[in-house]
């Protein structure tokens, strides 16, 4: 009836035999444990358990942390059975709190302790099944996760690109994932099995950033012991990934400009040039057509560079994305827990979408980070998010929320569309002037020339 046997491990006293009987009824198969040796299950196992962990048991009552390793086992579902004059034991309240589903104070019928155990079941179960659900491969892109249609259009852009050796430029906010999405068009392309090298080019001091570039002779400047490979030729045959290129000087501009067009490098202090051969990838946050109009960045450059353009989606468009997002982050990171999480309380799901995300993808992996460890319940609270005062939205007015939907909406078909006004406005259904008018008064601006652009469709 109930199809293939369950396994249950019980933890202290023997079980009565009229328990035993009604857990075989319902399909499950007991296996008797030791707290000082976890079952195989709890260690990294892939098939669901439940547990029943007896804290009437005298030594368990006197000593609960000879518990914590077989409780801690992230796969089993524990319920804890309790005589009432422990329930008010700190202790015993602990070890409930932080690792057991469900807990049954005793006496109590079999039933209701075998219905617990099919509580606790299911929930480890669900989670099983939501970590393994193949629709999830929708959601990914390599190491990137997301589902929404910013996102979807994103992968395909990505495959798109990948199948050329056109120069890429990716703008967005810090903290996106630009590099996310250039690992995984390099992953995708003929250079795969190549090296991809990647250098920050607001990272680097500009008195240095030539060397690290270009490389330099042994003897070209005091220091220079031996030839050094600079960041180019070391990207030899594969993708060589310009991290922040508008913060790159424009000293140094000039050389990467001589380099994109005649495909050779010079070494500092060298007389020869060397052919380099290498798919150019770069990214930045900076407002582009801002920094040519203002003279900080080259135009010529940019257009070599700006062949095909992708665009990073900010996380607060991402809807249902932020709460997916955290959810991994979670699994991800779960270890680093003192004990074993739910998930998101109510609050932090609300605080998770109520919250701008000005340092995007970045600033949400460290908040979840930071919840794991200094969470003290069973659950994470906007409060371990630092998200308290964003747990319930502030009242608006009826124009604050038209204001609030627009801007989205107008940001979203901004997205999906590469920028097109008037591809964005015809979805809105307003006119390209009407649609103008409204990024001017939201503070939206949009690129007036645009480079060759990737569809997401």
């Known amino acids: 009836m109930y199809g293939e046997p369950r396994t249950l491990y019980f933890a202290g006293r023997v079980a009565s035999e009229d328990l035993s009987e009604r857990l075989h009824a319902r399909g499950w198969s007991i296996e008797h444990v030791d707290p000082a040796k976890p079952p195989k299950a709890g260690k990294g196992g892939k098939r669901a358990a439940a547990g029943i962990v007896d804290l009437t048991s005298r030594g368990f009552a006197k000593e609960p942390g000879a518990l914590l390793e077989l409780l801690a086992a992230y796969q089993i579902g524990w319920v804890a059975t309790v005589d009432a004059e422990h329930v008010d034991n700190p202790d015993i309240c602990r070890l409930i709190r932080d690792f057991c589903f469900d807990y ?58 990948a199948m050329t050796d056109a120069p890429v430029f990716i703008s967005g906010e810090s903290g996106t994932g630009k590099e996310l999405t250039a690992v995984a068009i390099h992953e995708r392309s003929v250079r795969r099995e190549q090296p991809f090298v990647a250098i920050n080019c607001g990272a680097i001091p500009p008195h240095l950033l030539q060397s690290e570039l270009f490389g330099y002779e042994r003897g070209a400047f005091t220091g220079a012991n031996q030839r050094k490979i600079g960041r180019v030729e070391a990207a030899n045959g594969g993708t060589l990934f310009l991290d922040e290129i508008g913060d790159l000087p424009l000293e140094s501009q000039a050389s990467l400009l001589r380099f994109l067009q005649e495909r050779k490098i010079e070494r500092l202090g060298g007389q020869t040039s060397t052919e380099v051969d290498v798919r150019i990838i770069s990214a930045t946050h900076v407002d582009m057509q801002t920094a040519m109009i203002e003279g900080r960045f080259r135009a010529d450059l940019y257009h070599r560079l700006c062949v095909l353009q992708i665009d990073e989606p900010p996380l607060r468009v991402r809807g249902k ?27 932090a799901i609300a605080a998770l979408h109520n919250y701008g995300w000005p340092g995007n993808v970045r600033e949400l992996i460290n908040r979840v980070r930071r919840a794991i460890v200094m969470s003290e319940g069973r659950q994470i609270l906007a409060s371990d998010l630092e998200l308290g005062e964003y747990a319930e939205a502030a009242p608006m007015t009826l124009a604050q929320a038209r204001e609030q939907a627009e801007r989205q909406a107008i940001e979203v078909a901004l997205l999906r569309h590469r920028g097109r006004l008037g591809e964005a406005a015809d979805e809105l259904g307003i006119s390209r002037v009407t649609l103008y008018r409204m990024l001017t008064a939201y503070g939206l601006r949009t690129k007036a020339d645009r480079p060759l652009e990737v569809s997401g469709g």
């Not at 006496?107 to 099944?129: E, N």
């Not at 994305?321 to 609050?347: Q, V, W, Y």
Request: glycine share 8%; hydrophobic share 40%; aromatic share 4%.
């Open 104 to 161: 049954v104070t005793l006496p109590s019928g079999a039933d209701r302790i075998v219905d617990a155990v099919g509580h606790a079941y299911g929930m480890i179960a669900l989670h099983d099944t939501a970590s393994n659900d193949p629709q999830k491969a929708d959601c990914r892109e390599g190491a990137m996760v997301g589902s929404c249609d910013a996102m979807q259009a994103l992968y395909r852009s990505i495959r798109k690109v």
């Open 321 to 347: 994305d932020i709460e997916l997002l955290a959810n991994h982050m979670l699994e991800r990171f779960r270890k680093d827990a003192s004990r074993r999480l739910r998930g998101f309380s109510p609050c």
